[in-house]
Every structure is written in structure tokens, then in C-alpha cells.
């Protein structure tokens, strides 16, 4: 693209949305630098679109300038500067009615209309499946985006790994590794739960690299029976001991996930086959879930300079006028994808991947 037909760029912005993870901060630092360095302006959205249609919360512009100084020592810290929700989405925001029921409504329209008004000239979208969705309908309505894929869960099927997937795995397999010597000790049935709602990524590489004896993901429904045969095979082997990792979306065949509640929050799977385990097998069980403690911390080495790469490559899409895309991880390189191809697929762990080949070669059942 020649000089002349590239977009003039004065002001940019900066949100976080959907569930944190380790380097999005890393991220907000390298676009922020990135750009100041490009003689932008920028600006940080505080807790996904609602900043700039709230304004100032608590003391908090909900728009604010992101500067070197505000970005300083940032990249090693967890969580996110601009704070995140999970109920952010402008196109269906949770308001109370005049006769004190909720309800929803739309304020899209209202949402680009602010970003115009504040001269704003692209905005990069940091968010996993949910939130990129909102940045790709935002787009097809005027509102010039780039996207940063972030997701512990690692389920976008256009890049090859999000950033904060890899500590997520860490932390996950730590925890693993601390259970083997009480569980051994008290010869008992570890059951851990770990996040996954619709893939096993975090649950097969943690487990694999944690030693489980099991196994569960969404993508392999189970058979309770098949895990009360290896915990009793085990018991044969002298080995009166098992861990059983879980993601939260797996689900029994013939059976459905386990939910936390009406809302379709998925929790209780641990619990649930720790009971039936002990049932089974009459041995002493235990489940823990690993929970938020897989979001929090700071992220490890290779998902700092992931993210970093990510944010510098967003201002580049930016300046190169590739709008309406999403950076992505591809071998060794960073690419620009089409926003809505990025998103139109979940990456599931296939059931023949090499992975799950080696796990079953080392004998870890997936219940099945």
C-alpha cells in the first residue's frame, strides 16, 4: 500500500474484554509503545466498551491516555490495566426495566457513535471468541478494529496459540505434580477440575506434563465404569493411588456437562465423579477445582513475548491499513487474519491428535 492510500492514524484505542489472562498487559504496553512511537495519540477503554458509554466511574475516566508512564513496568504483571467484564456486550447490555425486571438492550449504534465523537481511528480489541465476535459486528457497522486473540482456553482455530494458554498450563501443571505425594500418601483418588468449557487443551497438556492417570475433555465423552477399571488397575499395580484431571466442559457419553447453575455456567464435574469414583470403587476420593488461580500471576516467558509480538503487530496492521483483522500466531510468524474467519471456528483437540496418541501410549485413559 503506497503512502498516500494508507489511513491517516491520529488516535487509537485500547480495550480488554471477556475473562482475563496472563499478558494482556504485555499486550497494552507493546500497542501503547508501538504506537505512541508511530506519533499517535492513545487511549485506554476501562472494562471493555463500557468505559466509553459510562465515562467516569468511581473517580475512573472511563477513557483515559495511555502513555509511556502509564504502561511502565507492566508487561510481567497479570491481569489487565483496563479492567475487563464478562457482561459488557453492546449489543445485548443488561438493564433494568421500569417494573424491576432485567432485560436487554442494544447500544451498538450508541457505541460507534462515541468512538466517532472522540475521533477515535481504530480500536484494537483484545478478547477470546465472545469478545472478538462483539469487535467483528462493531466493525460491520463502521467501527474500524484489529483484534488480539486472548484465550487461556487456546480455542481459536485461525492462530496456532493465544497468549496466556501456555501459563495456564504451568500453573495447572504445578498443582497436578503437588497432588501425586498426598494423594499417594492417604492412597487416595484425586479428581481436579481445571477450565475448559468446550475444549481439552488445558486438561491434556497439564495432565500429560502432570502425570494424571486420567484424563476427561469435552472433545472424548466418558465412561465412569472406564475409570473405576484404571483406578483399580492401578490398585493391582501397588499404585493405590490416582489423579483424574477434568476439564469443565467434559461430559459422560450419553450424558450432559454438569452446570453450576440455570445460567449455563459449567462447574460441579469434579464433585460429580469423585462421588461416583468412591461409589464404584470404594476407594477414598477428593476433588478440587483449580478455578480463577489458572487466570491469575504472572505469565511465564513465552506468553510475554507472545503478547508483546501480538500488540506491535496490531499497531503494524493498523498502519499498513489492515483493519477488520485479527493477528494470529502461524509457525514462526504473525499474520493478519480476516476478523470473521478467525472467529468461525473453535479449535477442539482432535481425538486422533498426536497428543492424545501420546497420552494413550503411556497408558492415561480418557475414559473412554
Known amino acids: 500500500m503506497s503512502d498516500s492510500s494508507k489511513p491517516k492514524v491520529r488516535r487509537i484505542a485500547i480495550n480488554t474484554g471477556g475473562g482475563d489472562a496472563p499478558g494482556l498487559n504485555a499486550v497494552i504496553r507493546a ?42 513496568g507492566i508487561t510481567h504483571l497479570g491481569g489487565t490495566i483496563l479492567g475487563t467484564t464478562t457482561r459488557g456486550n453492546p449489543f445485548g447490555l443488561e438493564v ?38 462483539i469487535a467483528h459486528a462493531l466493525h460491520q457497522k463502521g467501527l474500524p478494529v484489529i483484534g488480539v486473540p486472548k484465550t487461556i ?44 468449557r468446550h475444549t481439552g487443551w488445558i486438561a491434556l497438556e497439564s495432565g500429560l ?7 476427561l475433555i469435552p472433545e472424548i465423552p466418558y465412561d465412569i465404569a472406564k ?26 457419553r450419553d450424558g450432559e456437562a454438569s ?14 465423579i469423585a462421588a461416583q469414583l468412591h461409589e464404584a470403587t470404594e476407594k477414598e476420593t477428593r476433588s478440587m477445582v483449580l478455578g480463577h488461580i489458572q487466570r491469575g500471576g504472572e505469565p ?32 514462526n510468524y504473525i499474520r493478519a487474519v480476516p476478523l470473521g474467519d478467525a472467529i468461525r471456528d473453535i479449535k477442539r483437540v482432535p481425538a486422533d491428535s498426536e497428543l492424545v496418541m501420546t497420552a494413550r501410549q503411556l497408558g492415561i485413559s480418557f475414559g473412554d
Not at 44 to 65: A, H, K, S, T
Request: net charge negative; glycine share 12%.
Open 31 to 72: 500497542a501503547t509503545l508501538a504506537a505512541l512511537n508511530e506519533g499517535w495519540e492513545v487511549f485506554g477503554i476501562r472494562r471493555g466498551y463500557m468505559g466509553i458509554l459510562e465515562g467516569e466511574v468511581d473517580g475512573e475516566e472511563g477513557l483515559f491516555p495511555l502513555t509511556a508512564q502509564a504502561v511502565r
Open 96 to 133: 433494568r426495566q421500569p417494573d424491576g425486571t432485567w432485560g436487554t438492550v442494544d447500544r451498538s449504534d450508541e457505541i460507534v457513535q462515541r468512538f466517532r465523537e472522540c475521533e477515535i481511528d481504530a480500536l484494537i480489541a483484545i478478547g477470546g471468541d465472545g469478545s472478538l465476535s
Open 153 to 196: 482456553d487456546n480455542d481459536l482455530s485461525a492462530t496456532d496459540v493465544t497468549f496466556g494458554f501456555q501459563s495456564a498450563v504451568e500453573v495447572a501443571t504445578d498443582a497436578i505434580g503437588r497432588l501425586h505425594s498426598t494423594a499417594e500418601a492417604h492412597q487416595r483418588v484425586m479428581v481436579v477440575q481445571l477450565m475448559g
Open 209 to 215: 506434563a502432570g502425570g494424571a492417570d486420567v484424563i
Open 227 to 252: 475409570i473405576a477399571d484404571k483406578v483399580r488397575e492401578r490398585d493391582l499395580q501397588r499404585r493405590r493411588f490416582s489423579i483424574v484431571v477434568v476439564a469443565e466442559g467434559a461430559r459422560p
Open 259 to 272: 452446570y453450576a447453575d440455570e445460567t449455563g455456567r459449567y462447574g460441579g464435574i469434579a464433585d460429580r
Open 300 to 331: 511465564i516467558a513465552y506468553d510475554r513475548s507472545l503478547a508483546l509480538r501480538f500488540g506491535a503487530a496490531a499497531v503494524r496492521c493498523i498502519r499498513e491499513g489492515q483493519l477488520g483483522t485479527m493477528v494470529a500466531l502461524q509457525g
